[in-house]
């Protein structure tokens, strides 16, 4: 039997590279592919790229086998909706420092789309100015699922964290001390001892 392919999703800064610090500290042998976000960040734009939904679609159009996801922020909650509407394909899931399709409000996150719009000037408009997605129903994910929270991250605190552990039903959650919004890279090996772990 073959390793299943690891998908890696950044966030909303859109880049291909954010996850491979990670990806390079997991064995060489497990098959990977990195996702870039058309328009987010400093990422060129592509004018069939609208919303989350044409995301969504990027990555389930190269999904035609199981395979686990392992994304972060605005990336989870794209997974989330992959393994919602795709249960068949997703086989295991990592979501990091995500809202994971949860209304944060309430949970103590700071907001973001200012600071986000001063860092990339030229990212798509859709992503800072549209209306907020409807929360989802996470109780009906059925993959097991990994959270990896810093307890230094304002943008999604720990708090959404345990949230999401209380209402995933197969989820476990782990605290990265110091670890802020980026700590998949910061602490990219803890981070990939523990997604090793939940893979295995």
């Known amino acids: ?24 500290a997991l064995p060489a042998t497990w098959p990977k592919e990195h996702f870039g976000w058309p328009g987010l960040g400093a990422q060129p734009h592509d004018p069939a790229i609208r919303g ?4 969504k679609r ?29 249960p068949e394909l ?13 209304d944060m409000a309430g949970l103590g996150a700071s907001e973001w789309r200012a600071d986000y719009r ?17 929360p989802l129903q996470i109780e009906k994910i059925a993959a097991p699922t990994l959270l990896i929270w810093g307890d230094a991250d304002p943008i999604s605190p720990v708090a959404v964290g345990r949230h999401l552990e209380e209402r995933l039903p197969q989820a ?29």
């Open 118 to 134: 001063r860092s990339f000037p030229k990212a798509a408009a859709w992503i800072t100015d549209g209306s907020p997605t409807p």
């Open 58 to 86: 990027l990555v389930t159009a190269r999904m035609d086998e199981p395979v686990d996801l392992v994304a972060q922020s605005m990336g989870g909650v794209i997974a989330a909706r992959i393994a919602l509407e795709h």
């Open 172 to 200: 476990r959650l782990e605290i990265v001390p110091g670890g802020d919004h980026d700590v998949a890279s910061t602490h990219a090996d803890l981070v990939a001892r523990l997604i090793a772990k939940h893979l295995t």
């Open 52 to 55: 989350l939904d044409d995301l």
């Open 1 to 24: 039997m073959t390793r299943p392919r690891i998908l890696f999703l950044p966030g909303a800064g859109g880049s291909p590279h954010f996850w491979r610090p990670v990806a390079e």
């Open 90 to 102: 997703v086989r295991r899931l990592v979501l990091c420092v995500t809202s994971g399709g949860v």
